[in-house]
């Protein structure tokens, strides 16, 4: 295994770090995964700064800004920081919701950006469904299918996380409907009564979900999304079945009788929803669950579980999707977070996107639409996206990235539970795989407060469900990071807690 932080790993001097944005260094050696990071944050203004402030009320006379926090320089940005355009500098714990996964402006892409054989494919975004371009057989294998799921050999690409899922839940009704007509050719009927939204070529069908579910923001993606009001709220949806995803009590060790029988009566409400809808006369098509719930408050399962609502899909010929959009390529110390469950056989369908560069879908081979333009946008992703995920990937690959994340994740889980445990009455639940680690505040108000403060301090978070704090860091981090931030964290609760 390569030795922790080998990325172009290197000590850290004085003479550089953060004097290259021209603000003092931090006086002490520091082992980083980019000598050309910086050797911790650097804060001089309010965040959002002047500068920031300005921007954000000039775009504001053209947008809603409401959810910008502050403009960012990304060419100052590098590895595990995030630059603003006040000049601060900030330990990114955070990384574009989930999105980076090997640091800002890692030399590997900038050397794919400026390969004379990639020029093309970057000045040329072809309409990869009717016109794809001659080395795209090749991306598709050393990208998307060299790290592919155990089992799934079929992939189909996509612009981002939301139209993954939105397409993946079409597939899931093609094959639902080619099953059901036992191998005869579509009616005319059908094809007449579909073009005007009526059966039988629009069936009644839908799509199980679970509660604090966020799977995207298009109308067939909001039919399973039970999280944040604002992304619902005026839209119709249609009347899906919605079961309750278990919520474990903590420390996991101490309360293993109670999450098994909370995992066996989320199962049961599974059965009962499918049965429902049956008599409903909406048969469930398929089954949709993120191996972690990430928007609704980063919510776990056991692999029983998971287990055993593969279970409940097979029982009933559905198929099981799970969405890997926010867990996948890595985060979880392995590139699949479902790998950690051991299935007895592959899920269905795999969704993807943010840190693989590209969205998409793998998929069995049942769910392979036989027709053209079934499953198709102009689009269908963008080629120049796979040449950025192969660097990624042979990354991963080359630098035992993997078992970087599990080390890494294991300090920083290692932290939390030790600040936890000196304040009880604020903080709870650490949890974590990886590094895809949260902990959950009181309250949302005091959770608000101390972001604001991390923040204030050169930290970098995102929040999640009611009250959680969540970790979505690069896979380049490093202890050393996570050194860093528990100082600051510390200093932050304790200020607090006074």
């Known amino acids: ?39 911790g944050p650097f804060v001089n203004t309010e965040i959002p700064g002047p500068l920031s402030r300005e921007l954000i009320q000039e775009l504001d006379t053209i947008q809603n800004t409401k959810a910008v926090h502050f403009f960012v320089d990304y060419e100052r940005c590098q590895g595990n920081y995030i630059a603003d355009v006040d000049g601060n500098v900030l330990l990114d714990l955070y990384t574009q919701i989930a999105s980076v996964p090997i640091g800002y402006n890692h030399p590997r892409l900038l050397d794919a950006l400026m390969k004379d054989e990639n020029r093309a494919t970057f ?50 009704f093609i094959a639902y409907q080619r099953r059901k007509r ?24 839908s799509v199980l979900s679970f509660k604090n579910g966020l799977h995207g923001r ?112 890595g985060s979880t110390g392995k590139f699949w977070a479902h790998e950690h469950w051991n299935l007895r056989e592959a899920p269905d369908i795999v969704c993807f996107s943010k840190k693989m560069l ?64 000196r304040f009880p009455g604020l903080l709870s639940k650490a949890r974590g795989v990886g590094t895809y680690c949260s902990i959950d505040v009181k309250d949302a108000d005091t959770r608000d407060i101390i972001l604001h403060r991390l923040r204030r301090k050169g930290i970098n978070l995102g929040s999640c469900g009611s009250s959680s704090i969540r970790f979505r860091p690069t896979l380049l981090l490093c202890r050393s990071h996570v050194d860093i931030f528990m100082d600051i964290f510390d200093s932050v609760i304790s200020e607090l807690h006074l």
């Open 1 to 39: 295994m390569a030795a922790l932080c080998s990325v172009r790993s290197c000590v850290s001097t004085v003479t550089r770090g953060l004097r290259r944005y021209g603000t003092p260094a931090v006086a002490k050696a520091v082992v980083k995964s980019d000598p050309l990071e910086p050797d």
């Open 123 to 172: 000045v040329n975004r072809p309409a990869l469904g009717v016109y794809p371009p001659r080395d795209w057989n090749s991306r598709l294998k050393n990208a998307l299918l060299s790290v592919s799921p155990s089992g799934l050999n079929q992939v189909q690409t996509m612009a981002c996380g939301t139209c993954s899922v939105e397409h993946s839940q079409k597939a899931m």
């Open 182 to 205: 036992g191998g005869r050719p579509i009616s005319s009927e059908e094809i007449q009564s579909c073009l005007d939204g009526r059966g039988p070529g629009c069936p009644n069908l």
């Open 218 to 329: 298009t109308m067939g993606a909001l039919g399973v999304t039970h999280a944040k009001w604002p992304l619902k709220l005026d839209f119709p949806v249609p009347d899906w079945p919605v079961a309750s995803f278990p919520t474990l009590q903590y420390p996991l060790n101490q309360f293993a009788r109670e999450n098994r029988a909370e995992e066996n009566r989320c199962l049961e409400e599974v059965r009962e929803r499918i049965h429902a809808w049956d008599r409903k006369d909406c048969p469930v098509a398929g089954i949709i669950v993120e191996p972690i719930q990430s928007e609704g408050g980063d919510n776990h399962a056991t692999p029983y579980f998971f287990q055993g609502l593969q279970d409940i899909a097979k029982e009933h010929e559905i198929p099981l999707m799970l969405d890997e959009v926010q867990t996948g390529c």
């Open 358 to 421: 590209t969205g998409g879908f793998y998929y069995k081979d049942h769910l392979r639409p036989q027709e053209g333009h079934r499953i198709f946008n102009t689009w269908l992703g963008d080629p120049s996206k796979l040449i950025f995920l192969e660097e990624v990937v042979n990354l991963i690959k080359e630098d035992d990235l993997l078992d970087r994340v599990e080390d890494t994740g294991s300090h920083l889980l290692s932290g939390l539970h030790d600040v936890q445990d």
